[in-house]
């Protein structure tokens, strides 16, 4: 597949004319955004994390990167458009976008789909997978010492101590040269 696209760089944003349609990459939060019908695409660490549709006047720019699509020839078939989008994903927000899209609509609108994921990836923006479910906590903590804990050196840094130290056996630990140690320890109530 290929697809004939004119890039245009300015300072804060990157316009990307393909077919009829423009996607224009902002990359840091503008002054002012003129009015336009057309998806909005916010993104967090190159990962499209929500899609809104606006029909006009934009309220709140959002702050950190985010994209807009424009469609000269067919502005009704975005908010579908912006639907097939974020059916890639459960993780995705929508904000004004129909409920569903029509059968019809979702081959009229399935060359334009690719063509706009093709050129996302290829720009680096990926969708945001859906979270995972979390993994259950162990039961139970082990605390039986073993013969592999041994081998595990760890650091300590408490009250002006600091070194490494192994457990050599269940109830011995060694220093390593090297450990300081507090040079007044305070006494306890025994002393």
Known sequence: ??????????????????????????SEQPATLSPFDGLLLHTNQQQITQIDYLAGEITTIPNGPFLTLTDADWPEGLPYLGCLLAEQSSAIKTTDLPAKVPSNYRQTLRPLFETLNLILE????????????????????????????STVPFTIKTRQATGTAIWQKRNEMCLKVGATLMPEPPLNKDG
């Open 122 to 149: 290829r720009f680096g923006f990926n969708w945001q997978p859906a979270t995972a479910p979390k993994a259950k906590p162990a039961a139970k903590a082990r605390h039986r010492w073993t013969k592999a804990i």
């Open 1 to 26: 597949m290929m697809i004939k696209l004119q890039v245009n760089l300015k300072n804060t944003q990157t316009e990307i004319l393909f077919d009829q349609q423009i996607l224009t990459i902002y």
